[in-house]
């Protein structure tokens, strides 16, 4: 290793990365039983003052994060954010720590890189506590608090303070959902609009009434949408998404629970560790299926069930980030759970008016119309869903385009009537209501 270390200039973050790059430098050579040069003890001592001013000045980490910490918490989550930031000083700590499978540092090397001794040793193991600060706050992430466990910061922190795009934003067991949609294609009841924008003061003001006013952190928030499938509760949710210009992630618990015991604890930790600190919101679909009244422990495997709810739930509500769960039947969900969300929003079957809005959204909108397609027909003849309007707006146009026509009552009409047979029932021109009229007869019924 040679004497010199690549000056980094730019930033105020470069200086606190570039600090504790000389750190490690001077660590390194010391442990080579080498004195430091007076020329690198005094840019030591330049950094430390310029990393200082920059602190009390709220700027840099102060300014970027805007959480209350100490200089010793201040100090480790720079010396975990560094390898992350500048790649070669990862590789210096490994040079410290041989044989460590990840750069991160662990207590022992941060207990050397920051010269702290043996007697001023508990306080580092304070800041690293669960009740610290940097923990509290969602900052960093460690296994185990002994000397040799690496201190990571939480997956994502990273990048947000470089504005750099996460390096693997994928979760596992969930999906990312990608829809470009606002509040206006959502048509829900005036209170349900007015409810769905206060969970995101939830969100967007937990930073002031947590912090500055001291209110309780609750975690979360955590939501319950329920009503009838295709009534719009994912639509919902990735409003909210695009509303915060944050990813939504639909959480396939199929895929994370296991029959053996144990393993659905851990995929479970694997996606909120994966998750934790991270701009997104995660859903959770059937959610009566997780938290409807526990059954009773007939047998090894029950109480092990029981156990990965009280799990999840645990971790749902530990969770630093929006968490929506759906369901399509709210009267099965645990009432002792259910007082557990900050918000629970009714989804409603749309109205006959509310319909007739659907349906002038979603037919597409440049696609040529005979003048007898009535929306408000359409939305008075059968009692559709949001999902229902949705596929049979699109089918009618597909319909339409397959024979060269403008849309017409008779391509909706024969799509409403394949979205209706699709539940499987036996249907009658009587489903079709005021529609019935136009559903050819080589049409079969």
């Known amino acids: 290793m040679t004497e010199a270390v690549p000056n980094i200039s730019g930033s105020q973050l470069a200086l606190e990365w570039e600090r504790i790059e000389l750190l490690g430098y001077l660590l390194a050579e010391s442990r080579q039983g080498r004195t430091a040069t007076a020329s690198l003890l005094e840019r030591l001592q330049k950094l430390q003052w310029q990393v200082a001013k920059n602190r009390s000045d709220k700027q840099g980490l102060c300014g970027m994060l805007n959480v209350p910490l100490e200089p010793l918490e201040l100090d480790v989550l720079a010396c975990c954010l560094a390898p992350e930031a500048e790649p070669r000083v990862g590789w210096l700590f490994q040079t410290l720590q041989p044989g460590a499978p990840q750069p991160y540092p662990s207590p022992a090397l941060l207990q050397e890189l920051l010269e702290i001794g043996s007697e001023e040793s508990s306080d580092?193991?304070?800041?690293?506590?669960?009740?610290?600060?940097?923990?509290?706050?969602?900052?960093?992430?460690?296994?185990?608090?002994?000397?040799?466990?690496?201190?990571?910061?939480?997956?994502?922190?990273?990048?947000?303070?470089?504005?750099?795009?996460?390096?693997?934003?994928?979760?596992?067991?969930?999906?990312?959902?990608?829809?470009?949609?606002?509040?206006?294609?959502?048509?829900?009841?005036?209170?349900?609009?007015?409810?769905?924008?206060?969970?995101?003061?939830?969100?967007?003001?937990?930073?002031?009434?947590?912090?500055?006013?001291?209110?309780?952190?609750?975690?979360?928030?955590?939501?319950?949408?329920?009503?009838?499938?295709?009534?719009?509760?994912?639509?919902?949710?990735?409003?909210?998404?695009?509303?915060?210009?944050?990813?939504?992630?639909?959480?396939?618990?199929?895929?994370?629970?296991?029959?053996?015991?144990?393993?659905?604890?851990?995929?479970?930790?694997?996606?909120?560790?994966?998750?934790?600190?991270?701009?997104?919101?995660?859903?959770?679909?059937?959610?009566?299926?997780?938290?409807?009244?526990?059954?009773?422990?007939?047998?090894?495997?029950?109480?092990?069930?029981?156990?990965?709810?009280?799990?999840?739930?645990?971790?749902?509500?530990?969770?630093?980030?929006?968490?929506?769960?759906?369901?399509?039947?709210?009267?099965?969900?645990d009432p002792a759970f259910a007082r557990r969300f900050q918000l629970v929003v009714e989804f409603p079957r749309p109205d006959e008016a509310a319909r007739k809005k659907l349906w002038e959204k979603l037919l597409p909108p440049k696609a040529p119309r005979r003048k007898e397609l009535n929306c408000a027909l359409l939305g008075k003849a059968v009692n559709l869903t949001g999902g229902n309007i949705r596929?049979?707006?699109?089918?009618?146009?597909?319909?339409?385009?397959?024979?060269?026509?403008?849309?017409?009552?008779?391509?909706?009409?024969?799509?409403?009537?394949?979205?209706?047979?699709?539940?499987?029932?036996?249907?009658?021109?009587?489903?079709?209501?005021?529609?019935?009229?136009?559903?050819?007869?080589?049409?079969?019924?």
């Open 391 to 445: 596929n049979a707006a699109l089918m009618s146009a597909y319909l339409a385009a397959g024979q060269n026509e403008m849309i017409s009552l008779q391509h909706v009409t024969l799509a409403v009537w394949r979205e209706l047979g699709k539940d499987g029932r036996e249907l009658t021109r009587a489903d079709l209501g005021t529609l019935a009229p136009y559903l050819k007869e080589e049409n079969p019924c």
């Open 124 to 333: 580092l193991y304070a800041v690293l506590a669960e009740s610290a600060s940097l923990r509290r706050f969602g900052l960093i992430d460690l296994d185990e608090t002994d000397l040799f466990h690496p201190v990571r910061p939480v997956p994502g922190l990273t990048a947000r303070l470089l504005g750099r795009p996460p390096v693997n934003a994928s979760l596992p067991g969930a999906t990312l959902v990608q829809t470009k949609v606002g509040w206006d294609d959502l048509v829900l009841p005036p209170d349900r609009m007015i409810m769905l924008r206060e969970f995101l003061l939830w969100i967007t003001h937990k930073q002031r009434v947590v912090e500055e006013w001291g209110g309780q952190d609750c975690g979360g928030p955590v939501a319950l949408f329920s009503g009838p499938s295709g009534t719009g509760k994912t639509l919902a949710a990735a409003v909210m998404a695009n509303e915060l210009g944050w990813p939504l992630y639909r959480v396939d618990l199929g895929r994370l629970v296991s029959k053996y015991i144990g393993e659905t604890e851990k995929n479970l930790n694997r996606l909120f560790d994966a998750a934790h600190g991270q701009s997104m919101i995660l859903q959770f679909d059937e959610a009566d299926s997780l938290f409807s009244k526990r059954g009773e422990v007939k047998e090894a495997r029950d109480r092990y069930a029981n156990m990965e709810v009280s799990h999840l739930l645990a971790r749902i509500e530990s969770h630093q980030g929006p968490v929506i769960l759906t369901t399509n039947l709210r009267k099965q969900i």
